[in-house]
């Protein structure tokens, strides 16, 4: 917790704070009040955001209102055009009456929490570690360091969740076609460092098979289920290839996203830096070349490239869900990979409510769907791991 917000922090100091993360730590600040009374009105003070002889933070129930008044101020003339039904609104109304020091609408608003029979924490470093031989290592269950010495190579697992190939022996390494595949169950997610030195974030309910030869091979080949962030490392004479069901994806070195889950209409790849090529597996003859800040949207009309806020599709990797005008049909199946639950609608109408918002993943279940509830349009009963949704 005092890692992401001391992130925030910095990033309001920078003058570089996006505005999902303005609402994230309003978001924040109403959800725990109690630590942001002490620990995290320390860590502003600390970073120069608010001074102990400021004469309207005296009295420490005024504090807020200065802090919250300085993040928000900027953006104050945003806030006349009405956007759609969101969270963002809700929690930009919420803003405001904090600064109002309305400690009354904060009660009500917690006196509506939902009461969840069962409540689910959120996922985790989890993952499946699938040898060229066929052995499976939970690497969850194993403990840092070393895992295993295979082709040449030697596979250890990190305290913080990698997973790191280092080339022992360049003569001792395969020439064959031998991979190992990764894969991460619902609400599970792992990071791995590859052979050639490219860093892959493999999110929930995905899979990355990969060679282990890759020094020895043209073309660096990797097959792609679910998703997965990339920094490919450059090799200009080993073009680096992403295989999914639905396209091709080619890069020399660069930073982008693909998410191609089965249960999705659309496989989505949104580039950060450098430059890559799309193609349609079905139509080699289809394809598109990103620059920096598209993504481009296969479908079985073919491929459009559009212009996009990257961080809403990375908001996984940094640990919170980001939407923008997302229907909730599309936003709960990404929870239910995340938190590893079936979701049943009782109203078929829930499924087109649209949502603009922050919402960390490392919440609880039950504070997810609250900030969800709030907007009035729906509400959830969870019975066991199955989420039951209706429209209000």
Do not use: C
Not at 102 to 111: A, L, P, Q, V
Not at 339 to 358: L, P, R, W
Request: glycine share 6%; proline share 3%.
């Amino acid at each position: 917790m005092e890692e992401r917000v001391l992130f925030l922090i910095n990033k309001f100091q920078s003058g570089q704070m996006l505005e999902a993360e303005k609402t994230e730590l309003l978001l924040f600040i109403e959800d725990h009040p109690d630590a942001v009374s002490e620990e995290i009105f320390n860590l502003l003070m600390a970073h120069d955001l608010v001074h102990t002889n400021d004469d309207e933070i005296n009295i420490s129930h005024h504090k807020w209102d200065s802090i919250l008044q300085k993040i928000v101020s900027v953006d104050q003339l945003k806030y006349q055009q009405k956007p759609p039904i969101s969270l963002y609104y809700k929690w930009a109304a919420a803003a405001v009456l904090i600064l109002a020091l309305t400690s009354i609408f904060i009660y009500k608003i917690r006196e509506k929490s939902p009461v969840f029979t069962t409540d689910i924490a959120p996922g985790g470093n989890k993952a499946i570690l699938t040898l060229a031989s066929g052995k499976k290592i939970s690497l969850s269950d194993v403990a840092n360091g070393d895992v295993i010495k295979e082709a040449g190579l030697s596979i250890s697992k990190t305290a913080d969740g990698h997973l790191v190939y280092h080339v022992m022996n360049e003569d001792q390494s395969t020439g064959g076609n031998e991979t190992n595949t990764i894969t991460t169950p619902n609400g599970g997610e792992w990071q791995i460092h590859l052979p050639d030195g490219s860093d892959i974030w493999l999110n929930a309910a995905s899979s990355l098979e990969y060679p282990l030869n890759m020094s020895k091979t043209s073309i660096r080949s990797v097959r792609l289920k679910g998703e997965a962030y990339f920094e490919v490392a450059k090799d200009s004479a080993h073009p680096f290839v992403v295989e999914t069901e639905k396209q091709k994806l080619e890069v020399l070195g660069t930073h982008f996203n693909i998410n191609s889950y089965a249960d999705e209409r659309t496989t989505r790849t949104t580039l950060l830096e450098g430059s890559v090529r799309i193609s349609s597996r079905t139509n080699l003859a289809e394809y598109g070349i990103l620059k920096p800040g598209e993504q481009s949207v296969l479908s079985a009309q073919g491929i459009k490239i559009n212009t996009v806020d990257t961080d809403e599709s990375v908001a996984w990797k940094k640990g919170y869900f980001m939407f923008n005008n997302e229907k909730q049909e599309s936003i709960l199946r990404k929870i239910s990979r995340w938190y590893n639950i079936k979701v049943e609608y009782a109203d078929e109408e829930a499924k087109d409510v649209m949502y603009y918002g922050t919402v960390s993943r490392f919440d609880k279940i039950s504070q997810v769907l609250h900030k969800f509830e709030q907007t009035g349009e729906v509400r959830f009963e969870m019975q066991g791991n199955k989420l039951i949704v209706y429209k209000d």
